[in-house]
């Protein structure tokens, strides 16, 4: 079975670009989860869909925006990049929202410059 | 909000040493915590869930310990390996049961042969 594919794998975006990663969960898997992790820290929670709908966002802008598709599959939106967007976005999809194992993808490397 | 520390301090050990990593978090206790293992450019890898009714978990070589008195998790490898090394997470639910993950800073482990 395929794992967590995310893409693309990296990305350079300029300043005030607008930039689109994606992501497509395990078969089966209904929740999908994005997180940004800056160099040397854990992973940050950013948003959690389930069934096309949105459980839970973390402490981030307006910038930011995601939505999942009738087939699970994920889209990260973020809008007017800064330097400090510069990050590893991981998507992470599991069987159900809570008490349950993530299975992360590798990630997408963004670099804003 | 819940906060979760971990010693940002690489742990240097021989193989063959056991190598336990630390996990304190704080205000309330959560249902559940897991532990991850992140390789450079990775994403992170699930290694074991334990719930706060459950003392103790072993995987293999692994041993997760779950303190809610003194709000910590210690995480054991016995035997340890050169392939051991690696950067390893503690995670917890964001809030009661809402599958949003916090994660700590990470520790990395280097195990000398």
């Known amino acids: 079975d395929a794992g967590v594919t995310q893409s693309p794998t990296h990305l350079i975006k300029t300043r005030g670009q607008q930039v689109t990663l994606r992501c497509s969960p395990i078969?089966?898997?209904?929740?999908v989860s994005w997180y940004q992790q800056v160099l040397g820290q854990g992973p940050q929670f950013i948003f959690q869909y389930y069934e096309k709908e949105e459980r839970g966002r973390g402490n981030f802008p307006d910038r930011f925006s995601a939505r999942q598709f009738p087939n699970y599959s994920s889209e990260l939106n973020v809008n007017a990049l800064l330097l400090g967007d510069s990050a590893l976005y991981l998507c992470a999809s599991s069987r159900r929202t809570q008490d349950t194992e993530a299975f992360f993808g590798q990630g997408t490397r963004l670099t804003v410059v | 909000s819940q906060k979760i520390e971990q010693n940002s301090e690489a742990l240097n050990i021989q193989e063959g040493k056991t190598a336990t990593l630390t996990c304190n978090y704080t205000?309330?206790?959560?249902?559940?915590l897991q532990w991850y293992r992140q390789d450079p450019g990775r994403g992170p890898v699930f290694l074991l869930l334990?719930?706060?009714?459950?003392k103790e978990k072993r995987k293999e070589r692994l041993k997760v310990t779950f303190d809610t008195t003194l709000k910590q998790s210690l995480f054991h490898i016995t035997a340890s390996q050169p392939a051991d090394s690696a950067t390893y997470l503690c995670?917890?639910?964001?809030?009661?049961?809402?599958?949003?993950?916090?994660f700590g800073q990470g520790t990395t482990l280097q195990v000398k042969p």
């Open positions: 078969s089966g898997h209904k929740s």
């Open positions: 205000n309330y206790s959560p249902a559940y």
């Open positions: 334990i719930r706060e009714n459950e």
């Open positions: 995670a917890l639910d964001y809030s009661s049961n809402t599958g949003k993950l916090i």
